[in-house]
C-alpha cells in the first residue's frame, strides 16, 4: 500500500492540471481525478509491474474524460435548477394544439370529397387556384365556389353554434 502511495500521490498535481485541460470546469476535473485515483487504486494489482505508473493514471484519465464527455454528449446540456430562468423552466400546455388538430381533422373527413380535395391542394399544399383547376380538370370558378363553400363548411364545423358563417370573414378573397 505505501509503494501505491509513494507513486501516485505526486502524480497529482499533473492529473489535475491534465483534467483541467480537457474539461475546462475546475469541479468536474477534480471529480474526474478523484473517479481516476479510485479506479487506479482499485485495479492496482492489475497493472503492469514493469509498466509506467505514470502513463498507467494519464490513460484512465484520458478514457474516463472521453467516457464522460461522450455522456454528456447524449445527455445534452444541463443546467442546475437554481440557475435556470424562470422562463426555461415554465412550458405552455400543448392540450389545445392538439384538441385543435383532432377537431380540424375530423371536420375536415366530413367534408365531401370535392371539397376536401379543393381546400387541401389549395389551402395545404399551397396551390394556386389555375394549378388545382388544372389538377382537378375543373374550371377555375368552379374551385372557387368549392373553396368558398369548403372554408365556410370548415368554420362551421370547428366553431359550432359559435360560427356565423361568412360574416366573421372578408367577403373578397385574394385570388392566388
Same mark, same amino acid.
Given at each position: ?16 492540471? /491534465? ?7 475546475? +469541479? ?21 509491474? !514493469? ?6 493514471? /494519464? ?43 383532432? !377537431? ?24 394556386? /387556384? ?14 372557387? +365556389? ?12 370547428? !366553431?359550432?353554434?359559435?360560427? +356565423? ?12
Amino acid at each position: 500500500m505505501s509503494d501505491m502511495v509513494r507513486l501516485i500521490e505526486p502524480l497529482i498535481p499533473a492529473l489535475r492540471r /491534465y483534467a483541467r485541460a480537457l474539461l475546462r470546469n475546475p +469541479s468536474d476535473a477534480d471529480d474526474l481525478v478523484q473517479d481516476c485515483l479510485e479506479r487506479a487504486i482499485g485495479r492496482w494489482p492489475q497493472r503492469r509491474a !514493469d509498466g509506467d505508473v505514470r502513463t498507467w493514471l /494519464y490513460a484512465i484519465l484520458h478514457n474516463l474524460a472521453v467516457s464522460q464527455m461522450r455522456q454528456r454528449a447524449r445527455r445534452g446540456a444541463s443546467l442546475p435548477v437554481e440557475d435556470a430562468p424562470e422562463a426555461i423552466l415554465a412550458v405552455a400546455p400543448n392540450q389545445h394544439e392538439g384538441l385543435l388538430q383532432r !377537431d380540424l381533422t375530423a371536420a375536415l373527413d366530413t367534408l365531401p370529397e370535392e371539397q376536401r380535395g379543393v381546400l387541401l391542394l389549395v389551402s395545404v399544399e399551397g396551390l394556386s /387556384y389555375a394549378e388545382a383547376a388544372q389538377v382537378l380538370a375543373i374550371p377555375i370558378g368552379t374551385v372557387m +365556389s368549392r373553396l368558398a363553400r369548403a372554408r365556410d363548411r370548415m368554420i362551421q364545423l370547428v !366553431d359550432g353554434e359559435r360560427a +356565423s358563417a361568412p360574416a366573421g370573414r372578408p367577403l373578397l378573397r385574394r385570388v392566388k
